[in-house]
């Protein structure tokens, strides 16, 4: 296959790269300000170009430097951190005038852009969080999209839920794409629908055969600790289900039980993975919440791939990252259209 060129920006633990790499791309940089995030390319992928540095920094000298200024770049991918649009957990607002609530990692998507202005990649693909359309009352995706125009690339945007690709996980997410070659797009084409004929992937698939694995931290299969409370509290909550607060005796009492009181159901996909703490929901049929290795498998991240740094980051790697079975979809579809491009040439 012909090593068609990506620049990949936020790439976080890079799961969009991985998608984009099995389907015969070559990642000319990879970029993040994370140091536990370099760490993890440096050990999976240590030939590829990483940069870590603070994106606003990323200078068109430095692209040179890095990229080379001849070079071609068929696809940017990239996808802004974006718990500043995320409708879980404490939220501020995106209004400038508003310093003391003020979030940057609003404002990201911007250098996201001016990155694709000056590259100008014959397509782009740029992931984040539903959130974000709806955020300040639509304010912020109304500047994404004026933002988009500006650029002279032909665009849309799509909810892509990531079960429908053959992830064992709902997990909806906004895909900004386009091109400025002349390409009408369409979103890849989905794998599977929940029906008979095309049934989602399930949890039990996916994590089934770890729950006889004994920890391995080499792996990143490591159960949490819980204390004997919490055990309890697990105990009582079914399949698929969540802790029945209003049946609990006051000793497991307490205020604000969330996500990580959720039990998985082996017969169905997982709830989305959520960054950010270190405990993931509840495993279908064990007393504890999933370790990173069996989140990192609902993520469909490969077994050999190993995260890196405290365990709160390797949630964070694994729960922020876009899922590589969806990334190569993507990939697949881009491919085509290239082999199309490039063929009429």
Known sequence: MSNY????????AGGFQIGFEREGFETILSTDFDEDCEKVHKKNRPNVPFLRMDVHDLSSEILDKYVGKDTNIDVLIGGPPC????TIGKRVSSDPEKR?????RNTLFREYIRILNYLKPKF???ENVQGLLTRDKGRIFEEVKETFRKTGYEFNYVILNAADYGAPQIRNRVFFY???VG?????PIPSCDGSEEKPYKTVGEAIGDLASVPDDASINHVALKHGDINIRRYALIPEGGRLP??????????????NTFKRLHRDKPSLTMVPGHNAFPIHPWLNRSLTVREAARIQTFPDDYIFMGPRQKQCMQVGNAVP???AQCWAKYLREELDKYYGNK
Do not use: C, H, W
């Open 183 to 187: 390409v009408k797009m369409t979103p």
């Open 245 to 258: 607060e209003d049946q609990l005796p006051p000793e497991l009492y307490r205020k604000n039980f969330g």
């Open 178 to 180: 386009g091109n400025r």
């Open 100 to 104: 003391t609530a003020f979030d940057p």
């Open 124 to 126: 782009f693909v740029m």
């Open 324 to 326: 590589p079975i969806m």
């Open 5 to 12: 060129k990506i620049v990949d920006l936020f790439s976080g």
């Open 83 to 86: 718990q500043g649009f995320s």
